[in-house]
């Protein structure tokens, strides 16, 4: 009916915009991506022999290709959008541009090695920030503060820090600052992209369990020592054991009471998971008893805390203060509804037509007087 132009013409007005699959595929593809990216560059190396310098020259050609193939032919030519396969070859791009920095210095000394891996870093940190402000990935952005909270201890190994704990500090200055700027740019997330709404999401709780992380690891260091076979340094200062063990009640209780005021359901999530590690943890700075007895008697505080929290609602007004209520909210007979709502939206309900019996139906018409009637 159409000829083929039109019909090319219709495929490009109307085809859409983005296409995205489950997340099953995704990472069925992304795992075949990696795989079949990674034979790719491997069987010319093995079977030329090539060494480092060789190696990065196939990371050098590789690199763009798969850049090329994702951003070009399957996002903008397929439309395929968190699909797997272009966020394994996006990935893999970064990686191989890394790896072609660092691979040739392995025979140019140590000091020029750890130079290069510096680069590296500094590459794939520069990388995954690219891919998560062009495409929004949400692992590209985890990747990148990944990247930015072992870069203090890099640059300490690289510059010599004569102090131990340095790198910590700079570790929590960091993400303080990421978690900081994300916290803002989340203040206007009605005017953002979903994706990167994911992304700035993601870069404040991995900046959050980064510094939990921190101030945890280092309050309770001979835990870990006996765990891990870490041997950490000594304190810094006297009191910093006192403040990072005082730190790691204070992060959870401001995560949670931020998530209560903000109404933010990932803050809460990490204030709850962040508050059972610290009831377990902190016993092994400060000595309560046994750990069943610490458990039951924290136990019992949470409980206690809840049901002060539920008798503090219901002396609110309508048994609510805000948008918080002690009234079950998904109760049979009303599925969250009061009657006051009910009464609301019953004159917005479509009410039920009966279909009319057939027969004969008042004013409908006239009787005629020709034919049977006439001779009647």
């Not at 680069?119 to 990388?127: Q, R, S, Y």
């Not at 201890?153 to 340095?166: E, K, N």
């Not at 209520?325 to 998904?330: C, F, K, M």
């Not at 004013?363 to 020709?370: A, D, R």
Request: proline residues 5%; positive net charge; contains cysteine.
């Amino acid at each position: 009916m159409i000829t083929a132009e039109q019909a090319a013409a219709v495929a490009e007005r109307y085809r859409p915009e983005l296409v995205r699959v489950n997340i099953f595929m995704r990472i069925l593809l992304a795992v075949f991506t990696m795989v079949g990216v990674t034979a790719l560059v491997a069987m010319p190396a093995v079977v030329l022999n090539v060494r480092e310098t060789g190696s990065a020259l196939l990371c050098l050609i590789f690199a763009p290709l798969c850049a090329w193939v994702a951003d070009h032919e399957l996002i903008a030519g397929r439309r395929l959008y968190r699909c797997g396969a272009e966020e394994a070859l996006l990935l893999q791009a970064v990686g191989m541009l890394a790896l072609a920095v660092a691979l040739p210095a392995h025979q140019l000394g140590h000091d020029t090695e750890r130079l290069a891996w510096l680069t590296a870093h500094m590459i794939v940190l520069a990388g995954a920030i690219m891919l998560t402000v062009r495409y929004g990935y949400a692992l590209a952005a985890f990747g990148a503060v990944l990247a930015l909270a072992g870069l203090p201890f890099h640059l300490a190994d690289i510059l010599h820090w004569q102090q131990p704990h340095l790198p910590r500090l700079v570790l929590l200055l960091t993400l303080g600052a990421a978690a900081i700027w994300a916290q803002r740019r989340l203040a206007d997330r009605n005017s953002l992209h979903r994706g990167y709404v994911w992304s700035l999401e993601t870069v404040r709780l991995s900046a959050w369990a980064g510094i939990y992380l921190d101030v945890n690891l280092f309050a309770h260091r001979l835990l870990w020592r006996e765990w891990l076979g870490w041997t950490p340094g000594g304190s810094l200062l006297p009191w910093s054991d006192h403040f990072c063990a005082l730190l790691t009640a204070i992060i959870p209780m401001a995560s949670l009471a931020m998530g209560i005021g903000r109404r933010d359901r990932a803050l809460l999530w990490f204030g709850v998971v962040s508050a059972i590690l610290s009831i377990l943890t902190l016993k092994y700075y400060i000595h309560l008893g046994h750990l069943p007895e610490e458990l039951t008697v924290a136990g019992l505080l949470v409980a206690g805390l809840a049901f002060g929290l539920l008798r503090w609602l219901r002396t609110g007004s309508k048994f609510c203060r805000g948008a918080f209520t002690a009234e079950p909210l998904l109760e049979p007979r009303l599925y969250g509804l009061d009657a006051e709502a009910l009464a609301a939206i019953q004159p917005l309900t479509p009410e039920v037509r009966v279909s009319q019996p057939q027969g004969l139906q008042p004013g409908g018409g006239t009787f005629g007087g020709g034919g049977a009637s006439g001779g009647y």
